[in-house]
């Protein structure tokens, strides 16, 4: 570069201009994942141990919307796909959804890779609220909504605002001493439950099951008491993306660009936290989705969270959707813990994904 | 950077036959005949004396030799001390343990031990001469095995399948305690009370049989064929939907695979845990299923069939029963 | 169109800044210079809100900066600090259209125009070209670029510059400085600069704030700051204060190396010194 005053810019034909992340831009892409999205849902209410039909399936599908007949099925179908297989596929896609696009947030927050939904105690608050209830007398009284899922809910938010009350000083909240809270408060419950499993140990399958997590007692009640957190939760921090953006940068150049930066953290960690515990409390403790989900959509389709958000909801409700599948197919009749599905499925694939960007890396150097 | 569908299907695809051929080679369920049966003790009820040394095999193989009669028993498994009373050995017990609720000379016991996560102190502070255990948590027995005290050790999953098995538990805590007398008697009474069962039963035949689920929990775990639980249902000739369980004494079932199995009778091992017939019924989608549409949902206590003891004749009759009223007057 | 009265900022117990003033006119550029630890950054943190202050006052064109909103006061003064952490994965020309931040509201998303203003300020601070590259992948002139434009395109009224060139190369200091320079008399920008290098911003600067242990020990056109006299002071090293042949403004060398010949020289070359 010369010490001169810079030349002007050569006068070519005008190059195309930059695209530009508008949201008419980006709606055809969240269309598109959208539609595959739902494509995955239809296949996996079609899939299952008993075969039933793809036309079948769909036929009922449309059949259980209002106004619309598609004639007679046999009663054991019918609930099949739409009692068990349809919210059971909804549930896993909400949850995944929800777990990707708060893990997306998480990390977006904390600037920091590892950084997940679980991080600051939700899921070990919820875990302790479905244990008061599994050892309470209150589990043996049949009631028509069950308590489990408001008390896992409650001990969730509570766990969280615990953390963020522990780690507030002076109207900041810094987000190391957020995660060090939230450790905190994560091990404390983590023991609690650890200790009234053993104590009240006729109840310790249940409780194990509960931690364990899965969708093999999806019910249309489940995905009703769940799903306006989850997808309220999800629409509301879109609009955060592009600060979330300027967020990576450093939080003092970000305050310096007039950016609000607790307001920011507050409403995107509420948002996240409330979708997660709502996920929690109906699926329980799924891990590896809202760690891994986040990055393998960053590796294929960049930083961006106008692109990140919505395409994390999209690849980890169709992820968990598949994985569902398998655990209630691949040994059939018979159900496999979907942590395990999800363990074996993700970890091959994202290193196949980080072996790729290294790859790229090399070729670059 | 597009992303490489085809790469990803077929990881899904690979990772799929991977757990796939995981779950199908996972240690299957032997033979119908239990492992644990080379004890020369008869079960026809003729009574032996008491004799001393008394071998005995343990579940990890290990010999155990019990020389003279013990007088301080502490039972860490609810279906040996049921057993224990029933015998009449009751005298010897030095401690039960917490989850013991049968007879209520056992719930009342003094002295209890956790059997969950057992304190291997507690344990040696009560000096006892055996040590009963059902399942060994937190390598207790080894540990025992250190400190030089004798451990009856019977794991419920490997060594009682059957109710043979159970009856085999009690003639052999019978010799241990030297009260084979009234050992051979139980024996004889609940071995009367199960062959009435299978004549009730004995025209049955497999095509008109009744399928069953057995439920242990609201999340569907269920008993497989190859357990104690599943011995009921192979009396009765009922057709187990949980089948050998793909290797697990107690799998978990989906949904849609108890739907699909349509069974003609549902047995409730959970109604202690807020099931109850009418929850069952309301169950969406289950309305579907036959046992649902007839009524034929039962509730059995989980104290009584989840158990490994004397009672399990109480579950059979009671079940048998409630299943086939008209054959048992 | 800065003015700063009578700071104080104390860090807990310990006072960093007491008392200072300081003033900046449209199109001016201020060098702030100190030895480490002087409070230099802190004033710059002061003015943009990033610390709190216990008494004084700043005032931007006469509005007290205390009542400012953060976005109110983005929209009129950038900050460009050194070595900025730029997050990996993003083109330049992401980065520089952060800079459009203040000016864009929660659901809008930038435009066509806030594409035309960055395309200026990359163009300006010559990085236009590197506006596809991922900034991870850029040296360190060109990432300082990127962050200058992306200061640029929040289209300020007033520059802070925190110690913008120290870890650039020669050439790349004097561009920034010229920079700096332009863009102040072709746009009646204000920049406040912190720097190290006293010779360079003698050579750029308007008028200079020395800050010594918390106050202005000096103000003033640079040949009116930089006398060996205060430099040796402030700094406690030995200088020599000469004039820049072309432009008169002084160059600051440090006296020779060693003491011996140090006095040598002084008896030597006396009353050589301008």
Redesign the interface.
């Known amino acids: ?1 010369q ?1 001169a ?2 030349r ?2 050569p006068a070519r034909a005008p190059a195309r ?2 695209a ?4 008419r831009a980006l709606a055809p892409s969240y269309a598109l994942a959208l539609a595959a999205t739902l494509a995955v849902a239809v296949f996996a209410v079609s899939w ?3 075969h039933i039909a793809p036309l079948t399936t769909l036929s009922i599908l449309i059949g259980h919307l209002p106004f619309v007949s598609t004639g007679e099925h046999s ?2 179908t ?3 796909i ?4 349809a ?1 059971r596929v909804l549930l896993a896609g909400l949850v995944g959804a929800t777990l990707a696009y708060s893990g997306a947030a998480y990390q977006g927050v904390f ?1 920091n890779p590892l950084a997940e939904p679980y991080l600051i105690g939700v899921a070990s608050g919820a875990a302790v609220g479905a244990t008061l209830i599994i050892i309470s007398p209150l ?5 028509f909504i069950s308590p489990l899922p408001p008390a896992a809910f409650a001990g969730a938010l509570i766990a969280v605002a615990l953390a963020y009350g522990l780690a507030r000083t002076a109207g900041r909240v810094g987000t190391a001493s957020l995660i060090l809270s939230g450790v905190a408060v994560s091990s404390m419950c983590t023991s609690l439950v650890t200790y009234l499993m ?1 104590t009240y ?2 109840r ?3 409780i194990l ?1 509960w931690l364990l997590g ?1 969708f ?2 999806a ?3 489940k995905v009703a008491i769940s799903a306006p957190y989850m997808i309220a939760a999800g629409v509301l921090i879109l ?2 993306a ?2 979330l ?2 967020m ?3 939080e ?2 970000a ?6 930066v607790e307001r920011i953290k507050l409403g995107v960690l509420g948002l996240a936290s409330l979708a997660t515990a709502a996920a929690v409390s109906v699926s329980g403790l799924i891990g590896f989705v809202g760690l891994i989900v986040p990055h393998a959509v ?1 590796m ?5 969270y ?1 692109r990140l958000l919505p395409l994390s909801a999209c690849f980890g409700a169709s992820f968990l959707i ?1 994985a569902d599948v ?1 655990a ?1 197919s ?7 813990p979907i942590g395990v ?1 999800t363990a ?2 993700g970890a ?2 994202f290193l ?1 994904l980080l072996r790729r960007q290294n790859r790229a890396a090399e070729g ?1 150097a | ?1 597009r ?1 490489n569908w085809l ?2 299907l077929v ?2 695809l ?3 036959m ?3 051929a995981a ?2 080679s996972g240690g299957k369920s032997g033979g119908k005949t239990p492992a644990f049966n080379d004890n020369p003790t008869t079960i026809t009820g003729i009574a032996t004396v008491a004799q001393y040394p008394v071998p005995v095999a343990r579940s990890d193989g290990k010999p155990l030799s019990i020389a003279q009669a013990p007088a301080r028993i502490v039972s860490l498994s609810p279906g040996a001390t049921e057993i224990i009373y029933a015998i009449g050995a009751e005298a010897t017990l030095a401690a039960v343990d ?2 013991a609720d049968f007879p209520d000379a056992a719930k009342s016991f003094p002295t209890k031990v ?4 057992p304190n291997i102190e507690a344990i040696t502070a009560l000096k006892p001469d055996l040590v009963i255990v059902a399942s060994d948590t937190g390598g207790i027995v080894a540990k025992l095995d250190e400190l030089k005290i004798p451990v009856f050790y019977v794991d419920i999953d490997k060594s009682v399948k059957t109710i043979d098995d159970i009856f085999v538990q009690i003639s052999l805590l019978g010799r241990i305690t030297g009260k084979t007398e009234k050992a051979d008697a139980l024996v004889a009474s609940l071995g009367e009370r199960r062959k009435k069962v299978e004549l009730a039963v004995r025209d049955i035949v497999d095509s008109s049989a009744t399928k069953v689920y057995h439920e242990l ?5 269920s008993a497989s064929a190859g357990t104690f639980v599943g011995d009921i249902y192979r009396i009765l000739h009922m057709k187990n939907i949980a ?1 050998d ?2 290797g ?1 004494a107690y ?7 108890i ?4 069974p003609g009778l549902i047995v409730l091992a959970d109604e ?5 017939v ?2 069952v019924k309301a ?7 036959d046992a649902v549409k007839n009524g034929q949902i039962l509730g059995v206590d989980p104290s009584i069939v989840s158990r490994p003891g004397p009672r399990i004749i109480d579950a059979l009759e009671a079940i048998a029963k409630g299943a086939y009223p008209n054959r048992f007057k | 169109m800065l003015s700063v009265r009578g700071l104080h900022v104390s860090y807990g117990e310990h006072p960093v800044l007491r008392g200072v003033d300081l003033d900046a006119a449209r199109g001016e550029v201020v060098a702030v210079l100190g030895p480490n630890g002087c409070g230099k950054t802190t004033l710059l943190r002061a003015i ?3 610390v709190a202050y216990s008494a004084g006052e700043i005032a931007i064109d006469g509005a007290s900066v205390r009542g400012m ?7 009129r ?3 460009v ?1 050194q070595g ?7 083109t330049a ?3 520089a259209l ?2 459009r ?2 000016h ?1 509201r ?2 809008q ?4 125009r ?2 035309q203003i960055v395309q200026a300020a990359m ?2 601070a ?1 990085c ?1 070209q590197l ?2 590259r991922r900034v991870e ?1 850029l040296s360190g002139g060109e990432r300082q670029r990127v962050v200058i434009s992306r200061a640029l395109a ?1 289209e300020p009224e007033l520059l802070l510059l925190d110690e913008p060139t120290s870890h650039l190369d020669l ?2 200091q ?2 920034t400085f ?1 920079l700096l320079r ?1 863009l102040c008399t072709e746009r009646r920008l204000t920049a406040v600069a912190v720097v190290h290098d006293l010779t360079l911003a003698a050579m750029f600067s308007d008028r200079m704030a020395l800050l010594a242990d918390g106050r202005i020990e000096a103000t003033g056109a640079p040949a009116d700051v930089l006398r060996a006299e205060t430099i040796e002071r402030v700094y406690g090293i030995a200088v020599r204060v000469l004039a820049h042949p072309d432009t008169g403004r002084p160059v600051v060398v440090p006296e020779a190396a060693t003491a011996a010949a140090g006095e040598a020289r002084r008896r030597a070359g006396a009353g050589a010194a301008p």
């Not at chain 1, 739409?82 to 297989?85: E, F, K, L, M, P």
């Not at chain 1, 294929?300 to 961006?304: K, L, Q, R, V």
């Not at chain 2, 739907?259 to 349509?262: D, E, H, P």
């Open positions: 570069m010490l005053r810079p002007a810019a201009p930059p530009l992340l508008t949201w299952g141990t008993v009663a054991t019918d609930a099949i739409w009692q068990v297989r919210p600037r589990f043996v009284a049949a009631w053993l140990n006729t310790t399958l249940a099951t899965g093999n007692t019910s249309w009640q609009p955060f592009r600060l953006n300027v990576q940068l450093d003092d150049e305050r310096q660009l007039g950016v609000n960053r294929i389709w960049g930083p961006d106008r598949l398998v209630r691949i040994d059939p009749g018979y159900e496999v599905v074996l499925i091959p694939f196949y670059r | 950077m992303n790469g990803r990881l899904l690979a990772a799929g991977l757990l796939a779950c199908s917490k989850n956790d059997a969950f996560e929990d609201e999340t569907f775990y089948g369980g793909g697990v799998p978990q079932l989906t949904q849609e695979a739907l699909a199995a349509n202690g845990f807020g099931v109850t009418d929850s169950r969406p989608g289950w309305s579907a299923i | 943009t809100g990033g909103s953060a976005g109110a006061l983005a929209k003064v950038a900050v600090t900025a952490v730029l997050p990996e994965g993003f020309l992401e980065v952060m800079g931040t203040p864009l929660l659901l998303s930038e435009g066509r806030d594409l163009q300006r010559d236009w506006r596809d992948e929040q050439q790349h004097v561009d010229r332009e």
